[in-house]
Structure formats: structure tokens, C-alpha cells
């Protein structure tokens, strides 16, 4: 079924006559539309659905976003929004409540004349938990351009760089190869700052025998990559290996295991049971992976609290890790899309640890 047929429905059983499509994330995904100000009306029973934005992207707008009526705003949005409604009728309008702040709602109801505003989690929320054919070629293009630059990475990393050179070795690397921009601040942390799940690259010069913990992704048209491998330059000591294949047998479980009908929590089990085995259970302090797309973070969540059913479709980062302050920390962090049979690894980088 169509998305727009899917929200279309989704508005009947809520029994709204329209829901406000506020965020740019959401927009893209119904419309098309890549601008950065505008929104969605999507309409119970009528015919049309609008798309109301400014005059700076009026044709980006037609061109884009084909199938829904322009509303181009002039005073304010909210202003044209109230005019809109009581031109067609619209008196229950749901809202984002996720993303509508207090100060938006506020000006919203200012302006709404007999409209009553409903808060309500966006339809495109749980839609986009499945990715299309057409969103995973898009996934997988991102993804293949960060499974590069970390061999290129491997080629070019040594003693004596600092951590930012080597992120910015791999963001220039992931822009040549057309990611548009990057997914998140690039991590790239060694020896004790690799404790730090997120620490991002300073200036410190890496040595031999140190972990090098780098989690980095890029966008394509929209989608995201994640991608955490974590190095050792020379050498491991006998404690880095142990740790490093405690890690990876963790993934590995998750990644033999993982199938749809399963709870997202149970997934989350499966890794953090392993490594709680071994004694580490306190230096796994975050969730096993989320959901990538549009957003680097989004539904569902492979956490201990995310009783999501995991269906084909899914793509999710499978990504233990361990932290011990003062010594490092250790993750690896694989993209998988859920299958009728289990997962497909969907990143293709090598499981590499001594560089
Ligand atoms: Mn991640």
C-alpha cells in the first residue's frame, strides 16, 4: 500500500480530519520534498494534501513534491495554516507531539480559529521502521562509501597521526566518494579515550600498541551509514585481543541469531549476556544498536526497553561494546537489514584488529 494511502487510513482510525506534517525527516519521506522550511497537511477526506512553504522554494517545491497543492506562506505560516484550515473545513488537525514545541503549539492555537489540536506520534514514525527496495539501494550506497574509506583508512593510518587527522582523512575520503555530508561528529578515540563511547577526535597523537576506536558514517540522498571498527596499531597485548574477541563473539551471536518475530530487547539479551558472562556487564552501558535511515538514530532501538517485533525490512546497527576508564574501550558496530531468514549484513567491512 502507497505511504500517502497508509496515512490516509491511519487518519480515519484517528478520526481526524488532517494531521500537520512538521518534521523535515517525515516531509521528505511522504512528499519528496527536500527543503529545510515547509510542512505537510495530509487530509482524512479530501481529495487534495498540501504542502505549505515559502517562496524560496516554490519550484523546488513543484518539482519535488508532485501530487500535493503549493501553499506558499507570506505573513507567517501559522497565519496561512489558520486560513487553510477554515477554507476547507479542517476543525481536528492532529500535531506531531513529538516535535511541536510548547512555543510552536502556542502560536498554533493563536492563530487556529476553531480548530482543536491533537497531539498524536506522527504515522511516518512507525512507516519508515521498514525500508523500501528503493531506500535500501539508497542505504546500501551510503554504506558502501564508509566500507571504503575504512580501507583506505587501513592504508593510511600510522604512528603519529593525530586523532583528528585521521577523521579528517576519512570525512574527505567519504565526500569524494559523494557522500553529501557526514552522519554524526566522526569518532575517532584512542587508548584511554576510547572509553569514551563517544568521544570525538582530539588532538592526541596515537601510538603503537594503542586501540584506535573509530565510528563514523556519511548521508546519501537522505540515508545514513554507521560503521565502528576499533584497531590496534602494532601488536595487541593479551588483554586487548581477549576483550576485542569478547566483543566480536557477542556480535557474532546477535548476528547468527537475529530474526524477525524476535522483541528488540531480546536481541539487546543476546549480546549483553554474553558479555555480562564474561564479567563485563557494567562496561556495556548502552543500548545493543537502533534503527538508521533518514535519521542516524531512529525506531526501533535494540534496547533493553524496546519491545519492538522485529519484522524484514528493519535495518539496525548491531554495535556491543566495553569501556573501562583509564584502559579503552572496544566496539564493533555492523549495519544489518532484517530478513524473512535472519539479517544480511549489510556493511562489508573486514573484521580487522591488528593494523
Ligand atoms: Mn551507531
New binding site residues.
Given amino acids: 500500500m502507497p505511504k500517502l494511502t497508509q496515512v490516509k487510513k491511519w487518519l480515519q482510525e484517528k478520526e481526524v480530519d488532517a494531521f500537520l506534517i512538521s518534521k523535515p525527516e517525515h516531509c521528505f519521506y511522504l512528499s519528496g520534498f527536500t527543503g529545510t522550511s515547509g510542512c505537510l497537511v495530509i487530509t482524512n477526506s479530501l481529495e487534495k494534501n498540501f504542502l505549505i512553504t515559502d517562496f524560496r522554494y516554490q519550484e523546488q517545491a513543484t518539482e519535488q513534491a508532485k501530487g500535493y497543492d503549493l501553499v506558499l506562506w507570506k505573513e507567517t505560516l501559522f497565519q496561512t495554516l489558520g486560513e487553510l484550515f477554515q477554507q476547507y473545513g479542517l476543525k481536528k488537525v492532529g500535531i506531531d507531539q513529538a516535535e511541536i514545541t510548547l512555543a510552536t503549539y502556542e502560536k498554533l492555537k493563536k492563530n487556529l480559529v476553531d480548530v482543536a489540536l491533537f497531539p498524536l506520534s506522527d504515522p511516518c514514525v512507525a512507516l519508515r521502521k521498514i525500508k523500501s527496495i528503493e531506500e535500501l539501494k539508497l542505504l546500501k550506497k551510503a554504506i558502501e562509501i564508509s566500507d571504503k574509506a575504512f580501507l583506505h583508512i587501513l592504508e593510511f593510518i600510522h604512528p603519529g597521526l593525530t586523532e583528528k587527522e585521521i577523521a579528517l582523512e576519512l570525512e574527505f575520503f567519504m565526500r569524494r566518494l559523494g557522500g553529501t555530508k557526514m552522519a554524526f561528529e566522526t569518532i575517532v578515540a584512542s587508548k584511554n579515550r576510547a572509553a569514551l563511547p563517544h568521544g570525538v577526535a582530539s588532538s592526541r597523537v596515537v601510538q603503537t600498541g594503542d586501540l584506535v576506536l573509530m565510528?563514523f558514517?556519511t548521508v546519501y540522498q537522505g540515508y545514513h551509514s554507521?560503521l565502528?571498527r576499533t584497531i590496534v596499531l602494532g601488536e595487541p597485548d593479551a588483554l586487548q585481543e581477549e576483550r576485542y574477541k569478547l566483543v566480536l563473539k557477542a556480535q557474532e551471536a546477535v548476528l547468527q541469531e537475529i530474526q524477525p518475530g524476535m522483541r528488540a530487547c531480546e536481541a539487546d539479551a543476546l549480546a549483553r549476556n554474553i558479555i555480562a558472562e564474561a564479567g563485563y556487564g557494567k562496561n556495556f552501558g548502552h543500548s545493543l544498536?537502533?534503527g538508521?535511515g533518514l535519521e542516524?538514530?531512529e525506531s526501533p532501538s535494540l534496547s533493553p526497553r524496546d519491545a519492538t517485533i522485529l519484522e524484514p525490512g528493519m535495518v539496525l546497527?548491531v554495535?556491543p561494546g566495553i569501556y573501562i576508564s583509564g584502559w579503552g574501550g572496544i566496539r564493533i558496530?555492523d549495519m544489518v537489514v532484517i530478513t524473512p531468514g535472519g539479517c544480511e549484513r549489510l556493511t562489508k567491512s573486514p573484521q580487522v584488529f591488528k593494523v
Avoid: K, N, P, S
Wanted: charged share 35%.
Fill in positions: 565510528d558514517g554507521d565502528t544498536g537502533h538508521v542516524i538514530h546497527t554495535e558496530e
